[in-house]
C-alpha cells in the first residue's frame, strides 16, 4: 500500500480508502462486514471514512465496535456531519451546537478520544461560514478532531472558509471530499480542483468507481440482485451513469485491461490517482472479493501512456 499527505497537513493516509456508505452497518451483514474490514486494516489501509448519516449512525456504531483492539495510532478515521439527524431544528447543519453534539455522538459511536479528520458534508447556507470556521478550530484546539475539511464545497465555498481561516489564525480546511471519477469530472472544470491546488488543499474522493459502473460488471447481460443497480434501493445512482456512451466507453476500457492482464476497476483508480493532489480514493464493499481487487489499485503501476489514453477516452463532451 502506498501513503499520501493531505495536501499540506503532515498525516499520511492510504491511497486506497476504505468507506461506509451503503455499505459497513448498512447493506452488508455484521460478519462479512468485519471480514472486510478487518482484510482492509491488514493490507495497509488506515484510512477510513465515515459520516454520522450513514445507516443513521449505524455505520459509526459498526466502525467502533469493529475497530476495538486495534492501535489507534494505525487509523485515520474521518467522519462528517450536516444532514438531518432527526426531526429536531438543530439536528442539522453547521452551526456551532449542530457541529458540537455531532462531533459527541461520533466520538461515543466510533469508541474513541478524537477524529482524525472531520468534514463538513455539505455547505450550509443557513450558517455563516465564519461560525462553521470557528466550531472546527475550537474542537481542534480541543482535541477533539486533529483537522477539518469540506465535502462538495464549490470552489467559492472553500475560497470564502479557507480565507476567512487565514485572516484570523485560525485552523484553516485540509481537505476536500468531492465526487470524482472517469466518469464525473465536475471539479476539474467548476475550479475546485485549481483552487485546492493552489492552497495545498488535498482531495479525498468518493465514488471513484461510479458506483461500480468502472469495474465492468454491468458491462452486458442483466445486473445481479445484490448489485447497487439490480437493487431497487439503490439503483437511482447508478442510472445515471448508464448512458449508451458510457456503456461503449466502460467497454474499451475492459478490454484495455484485459491486455493489461488487470481489472477495469484497478485502472479507473490508478487514474483518479494519477494526480499528486489526490490524497486518497474511497472505495467501498459489500464482498471480501471486490475489496481484495480494489487493494490491487493501491500496488500496481500503469504506464502514463495507458493512463494518457483512458483520460482521452473518458474526456467529457464541451
Known amino acids: 500500500m502506498k501513503y499520501r499527505r493531505i495536501g499540506n497537513c503532515g498525516a499520511k493516509v492510504s491511497v486506497i480508502g476504505l468507506g461506509s456508505w451503503l455499505t459497513l452497518g448498512g447493506s452488508v451483514d455484521e460478519k462479512e462486514g468485519r471480514k472486510i474490514t478487518m482484510k482492509a486494516v491488514d493490507s495497509g489501509i488506515n484510512f477510513i471514512d465515515t459520516a454520522d448519516v450513514y445507516a443513521r449512525g449505524r455505520a459509526e456504531q459498526f466502525l467502533g465496535k469493529t475497530l476495538q483492539g486495534l492501535k489507534r495510532q494505525d487509523l485515520f478515521i474521518a467522519s462528517k456531519c450536516y444532514w438531518p439527524m432527526s426531526d429536531n431544528p438543530n439536528d442539522r447543519g453547521l ?6 453534539e455531532s462531533v459527541h455522538n461520533s466520538l461515543t459511536y466510533l469508541k474513541t478520544d478524537y477524529i482524525d479528520l472531520y468534514q463538513c458534508h455539505r455547505y450550509d447556507e443557513d450558517t455563516t461560514v465564519e461560525e462553521t470556521c470557528r466550531a472546527f478550530h475550537t474542537l481542534i484546539e480541543q482535541g477533539k478532531i486533529l483537522y477539518w475539511g469540506t465535502s462538495e464545497w464549490t470552489a467559492g465555498q472553500i475560497r470564502s472558509a479557507y480565507e476567512f481561516c487565514s485572516k484570523n ?3 484553516k480546511p485540509v481537505s476536500n471530499q468531492p465526487q470524482y471519477s472517469l466518469l464525473h469530472r465536475n471539479i476539474e472544470t467548476n475550479g475546485v480542483l485549481a483552487y485546492c491546488k493552489t492552497k495545498g488543499i488535498g482531495q479525498v474522493v468518493w ?9 465492468g460488471k454491468y458491462d452486458t447481460g442483466t445486473p445481479a440482485v445484490d448489485s447497487r443497480l439490480g437493487n431497487k434501493k439503490s439503483s437511482m445512482f447508478v442510472e445515471s451513469y448508464m ?19 488487470t481489472s477495469p476497476s484497478c485502472l479507473a483508480l ?3 490517482l494519477r494526480n499528486e493532489i ?4 474511497i472505495t467501498s464493499a459489500t464482498k ?3 475489496l481484495l481487487e480494489n487493494l490491487k489499485a493501491g500496488e500496481i503501476e500503469v504506464p502514463a ?3 494518457s489514453k483512458i483520460d482521452k477516452l473518458f474526456k467529457p463532451a464541451k
Open 278 to 281: 489526490l490524497a486518497s480514493a
Open 169 to 171: 489564525g485560525l485552523h
Open 207 to 215: 465514488s471513484p468507481l461510479a458506483q461500480g459502473v468502472l469495474t
Open 243 to 261: 448512458t449508451s456512451v458510457n456503456r461503449q466507453r466502460v467497454h474499451k476500457l475492459v478490454n484495455i485491461a484485459a491486455e493489461l492482464g
Open 305 to 307: 501512456n495507458i493512463i
Open 270 to 272: 490508478q487514474w483518479c
Open 288 to 290: 471480501l472479493t471486490q
Open 95 to 100: 452551526s456551532r451546537k449542530h457541529v458540537f
